[in-house]
């Protein structure tokens, strides 16, 4: 028998007893719906988490602090000695970098560039024509992640007075849309070591989305950055730096890491690391809730397994008569392996739809309800991936549940098979 | 011409059931069928005839004895071997039809060539030309539901002859139909056997279809007795079982 005449007798079959095959494809739907929705919270999770960590991978790029000691300073008799290289902070002791620590970094083999990551604060934000000052504390050097953008580009190593603004200062400053804001200029301000203001006019490059990650940050150029870092004493002690290898294999990260600690007494963070944390807690809680649709999807096989049981002894006479006429025996046993994977097939596909239908209408109502403020956030995305991945894993499932009922078909005796009544 | 022999069986045993509960439903049976040749094979019930004929049939091993299809030893092939022969050699009429009444009596026709795996146009053709060739080509598209006792036993007697076998084995094959249908599926039979030089073998216990073919072999608790007008198949391996009967 050919596959397209295994396929066709098999749907057929199917066909016959409707109530039944759809009550059995209905267990498979809850299940694969689950599965659905669950991977799409993830793939949802995911994607925005993405888009704001834009390069998520930055391979060959470090975020490179000085060792930290964690003993708790109070309580205890535990005194430390004191380190002129280490500054107290809130309880620990933190160390600090100095130009010859940025020096020693740029030089460890592979090293293209390291510059100091400066601890800077602003003051206040402000637009010509606008007398009103907005607080803007956020005031961060660009860290060179690539950040969902709402218009205009990233910062680039040449700019000079340049800002990434967050869209939130928008309509405060006067901008009716982020478009409007690009090349237009702005002031920013921040005090100086005598607690004098200084205000500094800057070129809004782009306008950023509002994220979790990004909080307020004002993203400003590594030049203006330094002035600042200068005017506010940051200038010879900085608290990290940047550290970017010329090899952006992802693969050479652990030597390059190894490389850094070999250098001194330093703690090398990955891009990656940075957002372990976060995706290892989305995977986490996706995990688990795959599970649910997983163990849904198990119950759901034993009513695959029970509907072809009975179909097989239904169908006894005709299977003998099959058998009779010379059908193989792997070909009975692929006919009623067919029909289980058939019912996973539609069964996963009706599901995969649906779910699809259901993660556009929740995702719109939660960007307008609980998830207001995070914009570019899509609760529930269905990924022609995992949409791929739910509908073969449940046909595998269902080809597992179909094989002890078409052992059974197969194995038939065709006499004992057409004497049955 | 002397006709080539179809089947050859030598000395087939076989016995079901274990232990005490052992029963024995042919003890030593040989016989040979020729080419072209009708062939009853009547007896009481649990004579042993189906078996023989399931046996004969490729259906069923015996336990011990052996059976030649066309000069070959059927008991040295593999189950696949089976298969293909019963698919491409053999054609079967049931008392009960077997048809799938939810299906069309084409498609019914066609099952066999389905599972031989000839394709679409070719199957469609040669099951008409089987359908023709009993006379009910017009119930084609019908429901094989939709038939009379009658049609339905000549739609199976489509099915069995539209792989052209070489031999038709029919069991009871008017046993569920009144005289005058019995009548007409007998005819057909009868006239396939000669028109297409298709062996026939009917299993049956009807004393009046059992005399129209050429041969009649008597089955009784599992033994082949004599009432054979050809002694020439059936060389002296018979009188031998007759002594282990006794």
New interface residues.
Partial sequence: ??LL?LLR?AN?NLS?SKLRTFLTISAIFVGAFTLTLTTALGAGAQQYLNRQLGNVKAPGVFFVQPKTENGFGGGGSDVKEYDPNKTASGTQFTSTFTQSDIDKLGKVSGVENARPYYNINGTYVTRGGTDKKYVANGLTQYNGLSLDLAAGRLLGSSDTNAIILPDTYLSPLGFSTADDAVNKTITVAYQDLRQHVVERQVTIVGVMKKSFITQGDIYIDDHLVKEIATAQGQDLRFFAAFVKFSDTNEASEPNQKKAIDAAGSYDAISMKDQIKTITTIISAITTALNVVGIIALFAASFGIINTLLMSVYERT??V??????????G?VFTLFAVEAVLVGFWGSVIAVAAGFGVSKVVTQWASTSFLKDFQGFDLLVVTPMNALFVIALIMLIAFLAGTLPALKASRLN??EA?RSE | MEKSIVLKANDLVKSYGKKENTFIALKGVTLAIKEGESVAIIGKSGSGKSTLMHILAALDRPDSGDLEFGGKNVEKFKDRDLDKLRNREFGFIFQQFFLNYRETVLENVMLPLKIAGVRGKERNRRALEALAEVDMSNKANNKASDLSGGQKQRVCIARALVTEPRVIFADEPTGNLDSENGQRVEELLFNLNKKKNMTLIIVTHDEDLAAKCDRRLNMKDGILMEGDSHEAARPAANRKQKLVAL
Avoid: S
Avoid at chain 1, 320 to 328: T, W
């Fill in positions: 028998m050919k005449d007798t057929r016959r006479q005709e003998g008569l099959m058998k009779a006429l010379g059908m193989r025996r070909k065709p006499i057409l």
